[in-house]
C-alpha cells in the first residue's frame, strides 16, 4: 500500500517530472552538482547503453526510482555515445544560484531548464564529431498529397560548418537525393512520417527521422520566417526558391531554433541545388557499391577509404560529399581535373603544400562553435592559425592556376590579414580549453591585464613567503598554507599545535576555521586580506580576457562570410592535391568526359582489390578493358554479357566500372590507362544476392524490387550493372527473368549495361540483341585443377567450374567425386542445342513489348466518348443523356 508520504513526489521530482514532460522523446540530463543525473526509464536506457550503473533514488508512487548519472566533466563523452546510438538528448543545467534558491525557502529547489537539445544532426563539439565527416541535419518537405505527383523539397545543413542547400525532388528520386546527402538527422512533418509509402525509406534512418508538427512546415510563413532568419526583407538576392524548398528551409531553421534555444546559428546563405546536377546513385546501387562505406557501414574497406589523402578534416568531408554525389555536367568536372592535374605535374609544390595543410585546424568547425557562443580560446586560436597557414598555402599555389583554383587564390587573397595580426597580437601560443579559465591572453597584450595579473601573483607570492614566515614565529615547522573552493586560504597544523594555536587567547591572531581528525585549520587578518586582494585581481584578470574574447569573437563573426569562403578554398585545394597524390602514386590517369555515350576504358582495374592484394598476397591485379560506347554511329549504348566460374572476378569487373565513372564524375582521375565516359546520369548496380531480413523481405524479392528500379527507371544515359540476378528462385524462374531483362535494357532502356550471370543459356541471345556482346572470364584448366587469370576477354565460357570451385573450397573428397558423376549423367541428358533452342522458341522482348503497345495503343470507344466531353458545356438533362451512352459503350466494350 502506498501511504500519502509517497505518492506526493518531492519538489524536486516533481521539476524532473515537469521538464521531462515537456521534452518525452529525449533522455533528460538533469544537472545535480557535478553530475548530469537521468531517472526512470531514461536511466534505465541510459544505463544499458553506456553500461553506467543504476541505482535508486527515493520512491515515486511507491516504487523506487531508478537513477543513474555521468559526471559532468566527461559527458562529451557519454553524450557522443548516446548520440551515435540515435538518441536525442535535452541538457537540462541549474540556471539560478542555489543560494538564490535557500532564500526562496529550506524545501525550495533550484530553478532549472533546458538549455539545449542535443540530436544527431545538430552537434558542434569537436569531440562529439567525425573530422573527415559532414553531419547533416535534412529537413524534408512535401506539398499537394501524397501521389506520385506531389512535390518534394529537401534542405539541409551542416551545423557545424554553415553549408545550407535546398533542392527540389520528386518521389523517385526521392531515396537517391538523400542517400547522397547521408543525413545524421532527418525532419519531417507527421503526416509524412505516417505516410505508410514513405516507411521503408524512414527506416533505413531509424531513430535519426524525427516528427515533428506539420506547422513547422507551413508554406504561407515559409519564405517570410527565412527572411527573418536571415535579417534580409526580400530572399531575391539569394537566387529564386520554389515553395516547397522554402518549407524545407523554414522548417529546418524552425527546428534549430527549437534545438538550438537561445543560440543563433551562423549559416550561410541557402545554396540551391538544381535538379540534374548530379549523377543519381539510389541508396541499393551505393551500398552494393561500397562508396563512402562497406555493407557493414564501416569507413575501412570502402572506396572513400581507399582513395583520401586528404590532409585536413575540411579536405575529408569535401572528398567525402563530392564521392557521394559525382556532377553531370562536363565542364564542372573538367574543372576538378584540371585542378588535379596540376598537382600531378607541380609534384614539389604539392608536397610543399600537403606539409602545410597537415597540422592545420578546423576552421569552419570553430568559427560555428563561435556563432553558436559555444567557442572557447581554441577555437580562436584555430581562426589565428588557420589564417597563418591559409597565407602560407596561398602563397605557395603559383599562378596561372586552372579555373577551380584560381577562384580559390581570390577567396585566400580576401581573408582578413588584419584579424590575424590582431589575434597574434593578442592571443597567447598556447590557450586553454574554457574561457572562464583565462590566462589565454598574451602577456604584454593588454597594460590593464597585467596589472591585475602582476598584482595577483604578488599577493600569491607574499602568501607562500606567509608561510615560512608564521612557521618561524610560531615555531610549527609543518605549518602550511593551503587552498580550496569551500575556506579558500587557510592555514593548517597538525592537531596538538592546533589546540596551541587556539589557545593563544588574547590577541587572537590565528582565527580558527575548523577541526579536521588530524588537523586543524587557521587564519588570520594578513591571510584573509591577502585573499581578497588575490580574488580581487583574479576576477578583474578574468573580466578583461573575457571582455577580450568577446571583442575577438565579434571582430570574427563579422569576417565570418570571409573566413567560410578561405576555408572551403583550402579544402579544395587539399582535396585536389590528395586526388593528385593518389594518381601519382597508383599510376590514375585524367579521364575524358563528355557528352557522348562513350564507355571505353582501357586497362581498368578496382582500387579496393587492388589496394587489397596488394596488402594481403601479393598477388597483381589483372587490369581489364571495357567498352560499352555505342557499336553505331549516334545509336545507343552496348551491353556485355559476362559469364564465368565462380571467382573468376566477375563482380569485380562489373564494380570496377561503376567506380571509374563515379570517379571520373567526381572530378578525380581513375585507375585505368585510359578512359573515355559520356556522362552518366544515373548509376544502378544491383550486385549480390543479400538478403534484407531487417525491412522484413526475401532476398528475391529485395532483388526484384530493385530490379523493377532499374528496368522502370533507367534512361540512355544511365549505367547498369546486373550482378547474377535471378539466382534466388528456381533456375527456370531465374533464367527466364535474366533474360527477360537484359532484352528489357537493350530495346526499352537502351542504356550502357554490364550483365554478369551463370546463365550460360543466355550468351545466345548475342544473335540476336545487336548491341550484347559475350565476354567472359578466363581460366585454364591444369591437372584438373582450375586456374583463374581473371583476365575478361570476348566469348563465352564453356563450363562453369563449379565443381572445380567447390573443390578448392574443401568440399569433402567424396562429395566432389559424386558430383562429377552426377554432372555427365545430366549433360548427357541434355537434349543437344536445348541453349539455342530456347533463344530461338522465344519471341523477341521488343515484339512482345510492341503487341502490348498495340493493345493499348487503340483506345476503346467508351475512352474516346469520354475525352470527347465537355462537362461545363452540358445541360444536366444533357449530362444524364451522357452518361447513359457512356454506360452502353461500356457495355459493349465487354
Ligand atoms: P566472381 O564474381 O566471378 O565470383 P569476384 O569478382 O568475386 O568473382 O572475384 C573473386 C576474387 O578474385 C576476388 O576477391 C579477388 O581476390 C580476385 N580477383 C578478381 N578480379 C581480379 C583481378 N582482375 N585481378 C586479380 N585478382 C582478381
Ligand atoms: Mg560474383
Known amino acids: 500500500m502506498t501511504t500519502d508520504k509517497d505518492a506526493a513526489p518531492t519538489p524536486m521530482m516533481a521539476q524532473y517530472i515537469e521538464i521531462k514532460a515537456a521534452n518525452p522523446d529525449c533522455l533528460l540530463?538533469?544537472?545535480?552538482?557535478?553530475?548530469?543525473?537521468?531517472?526512470?526509464?531514461?536511466?534505465?536506457?541510459?544505463?544499458?547503453?553506456?553500461?553506467?550503473?543504476?541505482?535508486?533514488?527515493?520512491?515515486h508512487l511507491g516504487a523506487d526510482i531508478p537513477m543513474a548519472g555521468v559526471p559532468v566533466v566527461s559527458a562529451d563523452e557519454y553524450l557522443q555515445r548516446l548520440i551515435g546510438l540515435g538518441h536525442r538528448v535535452a541538457v537540462c543545467e541549474q540556471v539560478e544560484d542555489p543560494a538564490e534558491a535557500r532564500k526562496r525557502g529550506a524545501k525550495s529547489v533550484v530553478r532549472r531548464d533546458v538549455v539545449r537539445l542535443v540530436t544527431p544532426g545538430t552537434i558542434t563539439e569537436e569531440a562529439l564529431l567525425d573530422p573527415g565527416r559532414p553531419n547533416f541535419l535534412l529537413a524534408l518537405a512535401r506539398l499537394g498529397g501524397s501521389g506520385e505527383?506531389?512535390?518534394?523539397?529537401?534542405?539541409?545543413?551542416?551545423?557545424?560548418?554553415?553549408?545550407?542547400?535546398?533542392?527540389?525532388?520528386?518521389?523517385?528520386?526521392?531515396?537517391?537525393?538523400?542517400?547522397?546527402?547521408?543525413?545524421?538527422?532527418?525532419?519531417?512533418?507527421?503526416?509524412?512520417?505516417?505516410?505508410?509509402?514513405?516507411?521503408?525509406?524512414?527506416?533505413?534512418?531509424?531513430?535519426?527521422?524525427?516528427?515533428?508538427?506539420?506547422?513547422?512546415?507551413?508554406?504561407?510563413?515559409?519564405?517570410?520566417?527565412?527572411?527573418?532568419?536571415?535579417?534580409?526583407?526580400?530572399?531575391?538576392?539569394?537566387?529564386?526558391?520554389?515553395?516547397?524548398?522554402?518549407?524545407?528551409?523554414?522548417?529546418?531553421?524552425?527546428?534549430?531554433?527549437?534545438?538550438?534555444?537561445?543560440?543563433?546559428?551562423?549559416?550561410?546563405?541557402?545554396?540551391?541545388?538544381?535538379?540534374?546536377?548530379?549523377?543519381?546513385?539510389?541508396?541499393?546501387?551505393?551500398?552494393?557499391?561500397?562508396?563512402?562505406?562497406?555493407?557493414?557501414?564501416?569507413?575501412?574497406?570502402?572506396?572513400?577509404?581507399?582513395?583520401?589523402?586528404?590532409?585536413?578534416?575540411?579536405?575529408?568531408?569535401?572528398?567525402?560529399?563530392?564521392?557521394?554525389?559525382?556532377?553531370?555536367?562536363?565542364?564542372?568536372?573538367?574543372?576538378?581535373?584540371?585542378?588535379?592535374?596540376?598537382?600531378?605535374?607541380?609534384?614539389?609544390?604539392?608536397?610543399?603544400?600537403?606539409?602545410?595543410?597537415?597540422?592545420?585546424p578546423d576552421v569552419e568547425r570553430a568559427l560555428s562553435r563561435l556563432s553558436l557562443g559555444r567557442g572557447g580560446p581554441r577555437d580562436l586560436a584555430a581562426i589565428r592559425d588557420g589564417l597563418e597557414g591559409a597565407l602560407a598555402i596561398a602563397a605557395l599555389l603559383g599562378d596561372d592556376l586552372p579555373e577551380e583554383l584560381a577562384a580559390r587564390q581570390v577567396a585566400?587573397?580576401?581573408?582578413?590579414?588584419?584579424?590575424?595580426?590582431?589575434?597574434?597580437?593578442?592571443?597567447?601560443?598556447?590557450?586553454?580549453?574554457?574561457?572562464?579559465?583565462?590566462?589565454?591572453?598574451?602577456?604584454?597584450?593588454?597594460?590593464?591585464?597585467?596589472?591585475?595579473?602582476?598584482?595577483?601573483?604578488?599577493?600569491?607570492?607574499?602568501?607562500?613567503?606567509?608561510?615560512?614566515?608564521?612557521?618561524?614565529?610560531?615555531?610549527?615547522?609543518?605549518?602550511?598554507?593551503?587552498?580550496?573552493?569551500?575556506?579558500?586560504?587557510?592555514?593548517?597544523?597538525?592537531?596538538?599545535?592546533?589546540?596551541?594555536?587556539?589557545?593563544?587567547?588574547?590577541?587572537?591572531?590565528?582565527?580558527?576555521?575548523?577541526?579536521?581528525?588530524?588537523?586543524?585549520?587557521?587564519?588570520t587578518g594578513e591571510l584573509a586580506e591577502l585573499e581578497s586582494r588575490i580574488a580581487g585581481a583574479a576576477a578583474e584578470a578574468l573580466r578583461l580576457e573575457l571582455e577580450c574574447f568577446e571583442r575577438l569573437a565579434g571582430e570574427i563573426e563579422a569576417a565570418a562570410e570571409a573566413l567560410r569562403q578561405g576555408a572551403e578554398a583550402l579544402a579544395v585545394v587539399d582535396v585536389s592535391a590528395a586526388l593528385a597524390e593518389l594518381a601519382v602514386a597508383e599510376d590514375w590517369i585524367a579521364p575524358l568526359v563528355d557528352d557522348s555515350l562513350a564507355f571505353a576504358v582501357e586497362c581498368g582495374r578496382h582500387?579496393?582489390?587492388?589496394?587489397?592484394?596488394?596488402?594481403?598476397?601479393?598477388?597483381?591485379?589483372?587490369?581489364?578493358?571495357?567498352?560499352?560506347?555505342?557499336?553505331?554511329?549516334?545509336?545507343?549504348?552496348?551491353?556485355?554479357?559476362?559469364?564465368?566460374?565462380?571467382?573468376?572476378?566477375?563482380?569485380?569487373?562489373?564494380?570496377?566500372?561503376?567506380?571509374?565513372?563515379?570517379?571520373?564524375?567526381?572530378?578525380?582521375?581513375?585507375?585505368?590507362?585510359?578512359?573515355?565516359?559520356?556522362?552518366?546520369?544515373?548509376?544502378?548496380?544491383?550486385?549480390?544476392?543479400?538478403?534484407?531480413?531487417?525491412?522484413?523481405?526475401?532476398?528475391?524479392?529485395?532483388?526484384?524490387?530493385?530490379?523493377?528500379?532499374?528496368?522502370?527507371?533507367?534512361?540512355?544515359?544511365?549505367l547498369v550493372i546486373l550482378d547474377e540476378i535471378g539466382r534466388g528462385t528456381a533456375t527456370y524462374d531465374g533464367l527466364s527473368i535474366a533474360f527477360a531483362a537484359v532484352e528489357h535494357l537493350h530495346e526499352v532502356n537502351r542504356c550502357r549495361a554490364l550483365f554478369a550471370t551463370h546463365f550460360h543459356e543466355m550468351t545466345a541471345l548475342a544473335s540476336r540483341l545487336a548491341r550484347m556482346r559475350n565476354a567472359t572470364m578466363r581460366v585454364k584448366e591444369w591437372e584438373g585443377e582450375v586456374v583463374f587469370l581473371h583476365e575478361v576477354k570476348a566469348g563465352v565460357a564453356d563450363r562453369s567450374y563449379g565443381i572445380q570451385v567447390a573443390k578448392l573450397a574443401g568440399l569433402p573428397h567424396t562429395v566432389v567425386e559424386r558430383a562429377r558423376h552426377v554432372l555427365e549423367e545430366l549433360e548427357k541428358g541434355e537434349q543437344a542445342g536445348r541453349r539455342t533452342a530456347l533463344v530461338d522458341d522465344l519471341p523477341l522482348f521488343s515484339a512482345m513489348a510492341?503487341?502490348?503497345?498495340?493493345?493499348?495503343?487503340?483506345?476503346?470507344?467508351?475512352?474516346?466518348?469520354?475525352?470527347?466531353?465537355?462537362?461545363?458545356?452540358?445541360?444536366?438533362?444533357?449530362?444524364?443523356?451522357?452518361l447513359y451512352r457512356l454506360k452502353s459503350l461500356a457495355l459493349d466494350t465487354r
Open 29 to 59: 540530463f538533469y544537472r545535480m552538482g557535478d553530475f548530469y543525473e537521468l531517472f526512470f526509464e531514461d536511466a534505465v536506457e541510459a544505463s544499458r547503453a553506456l553500461g553506467i550503473a543504476l541505482t535508486k533514488r527515493g520512491k
Open 149 to 360: 505527383n506531389a512535390g518534394y523539397g529537401i534542405a539541409w545543413t551542416d551545423l557545424s560548418t554553415g553549408t545550407f542547400k535546398l533542392a527540389e525532388t520528386g518521389r523517385a528520386q526521392l531515396e537517391a537525393d538523400i542517400a547522397a546527402i547521408e543525413p545524421s538527422e532527418i525532419v519531417v512533418a507527421e503526416p509524412v512520417f505516417h505516410d505508410p509509402s514513405l516507411q521503408p525509406l524512414f527506416r533505413r534512418y531509424g531513430r535519426r527521422v524525427q516528427p515533428e508538427p506539420q506547422t513547422l512546415f507551413d508554406g504561407t510563413t515559409a519564405e517570410e520566417r527565412v527572411c527573418r532568419f536571415f535579417g534580409v526583407a526580400t530572399l531575391e538576392g539569394f537566387g529564386g526558391f520554389t515553395r516547397v524548398e522554402l518549407s524545407a528551409a523554414a522548417a529546418l531553421i524552425a527546428y534549430l531554433g527549437k534545438t538550438q534555444m537561445a543560440a543563433h546559428p551562423g549559416l550561410q546563405r541557402p545554396e540551391r541545388i538544381v535538379a540534374g546536377s548530379l549523377m543519381q546513385i539510389d541508396p541499393a546501387t551505393r551500398a552494393s557499391l561500397e562508396l563512402t562505406r562497406t555493407i557493414s557501414g564501416k569507413r575501412q574497406g570502402s572506396l572513400l577509404s581507399a582513395i583520401d589523402r586528404t590532409r585536413t578534416g575540411a579536405g575529408a568531408r569535401l572528398l567525402a560529399g563530392r564521392l557521394a554525389a559525382p556532377l553531370t555536367d562536363p565542364a564542372a568536372i573538367r574543372e576538378r581535373h584540371a585542378s588535379v592535374g596540376r598537382f600531378v605535374e607541380a609534384a614539389p609544390v604539392r608536397q610543399q603544400l600537403r606539409e602545410a595543410l597537415a597540422g592545420l
Open 412 to 523: 585566400l587573397a580576401a581573408l582578413p590579414v588584419d584579424l590575424l595580426a590582431k589575434l597574434s597580437r593578442l592571443l597567447a601560443d598556447n590557450v586553454p580549453l574554457l574561457r572562464r579559465d583565462g590566462g589565454f591572453v598574451r602577456e604584454g597584450a593588454l597594460p590593464a591585464l597585467d596589472e591585475a595579473r602582476t598584482l595577483r601573483e604578488d599577493a600569491r607570492r607574499v602568501v607562500a613567503e606567509l608561510q615560512g614566515r608564521y612557521a618561524a614565529e610560531t615555531g610549527i615547522r609543518n605549518l602550511r598554507i593551503k587552498h580550496n573552493n569551500v575556506l579558500g586560504y587557510f592555514i593548517e597544523v597538525g592537531d596538538a599545535q592546533g589546540r596551541v594555536l587556539a589557545g593563544e587567547g588574547g590577541e587572537a591572531r590565528f582565527v580558527h576555521r575548523q577541526t579536521m581528525a588530524s588537523a586543524m585549520r587557521f587564519t
Open 607 to 718: 582500387p579496393v582489390v587492388e589496394a587489397a592484394l596488394k596488402a594481403g598476397s601479393g598477388h597483381p591485379f589483372v587490369a581489364n578493358d571495357c567498352d560499352l560506347s555505342p557499336p553505331a554511329e549516334g545509336g545507343a549504348g552496348a551491353i556485355w554479357l559476362i559469364t564465368g566460374p565462380n571467382m573468376g572476378g566477375k563482380s569485380t569487373f562489373l564494380r570496377q566500372n561503376a567506380l571509374i565513372a563515379v570517379l571520373a564524375q567526381a572530378g578525380s582521375y581513375v585507375p585505368a590507362t585510359r578512359a573515355h565516359i559520356g556522362v552518366v546520369d544515373r548509376l544502378f548496380s544491383r550486385v549480390g544476392a543479400s538478403d534484407d531480413l531487417a525491412e522484413g523481405r526475401s532476398t528475391f524479392m529485395v532483388e526484384m524490387v530493385e530490379t523493377a528500379a532499374i528496368l522502370n527507371q533507367a534512361g540512355e544515359r544511365a
Open 850 to 882: 510492341r503487341r502490348a503497345d498495340a493493345t493499348v495503343a487503340a483506345p476503346a470507344p467508351v475512352i474516346e466518348a469520354l475525352g470527347a466531353l465537355d462537362p461545363d458545356a452540358l445541360s444536366p438533362r444533357e449530362a444524364l443523356d451522357a
